[in-house]
């Protein structure tokens, strides 16, 4: 799950966390401060880990992605944190994503244990077309991404989201673009 700053990432992951169908998902959340997962957070697995009370993990990432992953995976086969089948990262909204998915392609270690799914892409309505425009970091997380959640539409007049839609559209034309 990735997005630029302020696109509502984990405001779509605290969503995501409410669903039913998302029990037993770990959560990495690789981001420079605090973020909240409103809440949801019960009790602490470990130092960087809360257990949520839907029965998912929620991890900080402050360095090590690759580290942060392969502890997931041994604390889960030692029992220490809940059984999971899934992991969303959620990045910083800083992240090129590139290095990202090499990680999850290529690392022999990660790639052992984890597959990559998908990539899912928050852009906000309000101010999507200025950070095309000005940050490339935006324009790497649309373009690698499989569904774009535009964010933010209730926001602007429709002009302005059907204009970013084509934008969008024009940059990824296989990704799955939907309205959050």
């Known amino acids: 799950l990735t997005g630029f700053l302020g696109s509502g990432k984990t405001t779509l992951l605290n969503r995501l966390l409410r669903h039913p169908g998302i029990e037993e998902t770990a959560v990495l959340i690789n981001e420079f401060g605090a973020v909240s997962i409103d809440h949801l957070l019960v009790r602490e697995a470990s130092e960087n880990m809360t257990v949520l009370s839907n029965g998912c993990i929620c991890c900080s990432v402050a360095g090590d992605m ?3 992953l392969r502890d997931l995976y041994f604390k889960r086969a030692n029992g220490e944190v809940p059984n999971f089948k899934r992991v969303i990262i959620e990045t910083t909204g800083l992240a090129d994503p590139a290095p990202i998915m090499h990680t999850l392609i290529e690392m022999p270690l990660v790639a052992a244990r984890y597959s990559l799914a998908g990539i899912v892409t928050t852009v906000d309505a309000e101010h999507g ?6 940050h490339l970091e935006s324009v790497k997380q649309a373009a690698v991404a499989d569904r774009i959640a535009l964010t933010k539409t209730d926001r602007v007049a429709r002009q302005m989201v ?11 034309p296989g990704a799955q673009i939907f309205e959050a």
Do not use: T
């Open 129 to 134: 077309d200025q950070q095309l425009d000005e």
């Open 66 to 68: 690759v580290q942060a």
């Open 162 to 172: 059907d204009a970013l839609l084509q934008r969008l559209q024009a940059l990824n």
